[in-house]
């Protein structure tokens, strides 16, 4: 917090990559909490176990699309542990308010199968219909157990990203960084390029997004 651009690279980019690869090599001890279909029908007994029980923020990834590192499976739990570190140095959220978590749904990465230390289910990844079911349960329990909580959907699989903020956005508080947060500095870059030089008025640019959300793309639409 005192220095963010100097530590900043620390908590991401690109040694936050670095650090999922080798995940599993570098452990000592767990920095959230780990879901999978072997907690299905039991997801509210494992969320209450977590000390804090005011939790505002989940940040939750699948570890399926690390920083194009591809498949990380378990490993990707460095990602919403960065993260949320950064909710704290960046916007002062205090650290008991943040938890990362990750969902394990098993993967096909021949690397990590093989890896004596990987920390993930050594089985095939599962199919879109059994992801689904679990994460309507997590969805449903994280409402009944931290009711106040929004919940960081973060480095999922494409496919899933995209159909998981469909399907939660207008029932419960969500976010997904890959989609709204890609689209809103784009967004933001496009409005402050123009602004300075008045090529583009205001009232012409709010017109154009109105009339025009097949020119801007689906991460800018999702947003």
């Known amino acids: 917090m005192s220095d963010p651009p100097r530590f900043l690279p620390i908590l991401h980019d690109q040694t936050v990559g670095e650090v999922c690869s080798k995940f599993g090599h570098i452990f000592r001890r767990p920095g ?24 505002r923020v989940i940040c939750i990834t699948s570890g399926e699309r690390i920083l194009g590192l591809g498949h990380l499976g378990a490993n990707g739990m460095g990602i919403p ?9 960046c916007d002062t959220v205090p650290p008991q308010y943040p938890l990362p978590r990750h969902m394990d749904f098993r993967t096909n990465n021949q690397e990590l199968l093989t890896d004596p230390l990987y920390l993930g289910l050594r089985q095939a990844r599962v199919s879109t219909a059994e992801r689904g079911e679990l994460v309507d349960e997590f969805v449903q329990t994280v409402q009944e157990v931290c009711p106040w909580c929004c919940i960081h959907f973060e480095d999922w699989a494409g496919v899933d990203a995209e159909r998981l903020l469909k399907r939660y956005r207008e029932k ?8 709204q947060g890609t689209a809103g500095v784009a967004l933001a870059g496009i409005l402050n390029a123009a602004r300075p030089t008045n090529l583009v008025p ?14 801007i793309g689906d991460d800018a639409r999702m947003a």
């Open 32 to 55: 959230g909490v780990y879901l999978s279909l072997k907690h299905k029908g039991r997801l509210h007994e494992v969320l209450s176990h977590w000390v804090e029980k005011d939790v």
């Open 81 to 89: 542990i960065g993260k949320l570190q950064l909710y704290t140095a």
């Open 172 to 179: 419960v508080s969500c976010y997904d960084n890959d989609i």
């Open 202 to 215: 205001w009232s012409r640019i709010g017109r154009y997004w109105h009339c025009r959300p097949d020119c």
